[in-house]
């Protein structure tokens, strides 16, 4: 049975650092490609980033690029989403995906199970 679960959010302050995990199992992880998501309050959920199953390329979303960064290690079954420079409207809730396709696909539609999500509030 396939789990993801996702840890590491919390309350931090403004331009501070995050980083989230995301512990699979039930499948071989290596062998897929993993992405990032969120979702703030009333908003829909939105694509922030995807990396390949080998962990060699990522790609993500421009609102997020040069802040955030994707890391896997296939050893742990883990991926990790790093959060810098975070700010009052990155605040939502994180959720972790897993995908069949080869490409990193930016569509909810095309990742077939998720996290349950961490929660990360930023604020002063």
């Known amino acids: 049975q396939v789990h993801l679960v996702e840890s590491g959010g919390g309350l931090v302050q403004p331009g501070s650092s995050l980083r989230l995990s995301c512990a699979a199992s039930?499948?071989?992880?290596?062998?897929?490609?993993m992405g990032w998501f969120r979702q703030a309050p009333g908003k829909e959920r939105e694509f922030l980033g995807g990396?390949?199953?080998?962990?060699?390329?990522?790609v993500y979303a421009d609102s997020v690029n040069g802040r955030f960064a994707l890391s896997r290690d296939n050893a742990k079954n883990t991926v990790y989403l790093q959060l810098n420079s975070l700010k009052p409207e990155d605040t939502a809730v994180y959720y972790c995906?897993?995908?069949?396709?080869?490409?990193?696909?930016?569509?909810?539609?095309?990742?077939?199970?998720w996290g349950q999500g961490t929660r990360v509030t930023v604020s002063s």
């Open positions: 995906a897993r995908t069949r396709d080869v490409d990193i696909p930016r569509s909810i539609a095309n990742y077939d199970y």
């Open positions: 039930g499948f071989t992880f290596s062998t897929v490609v």
């Open positions: 990396i390949s199953r080998g962990g060699a390329s990522a």
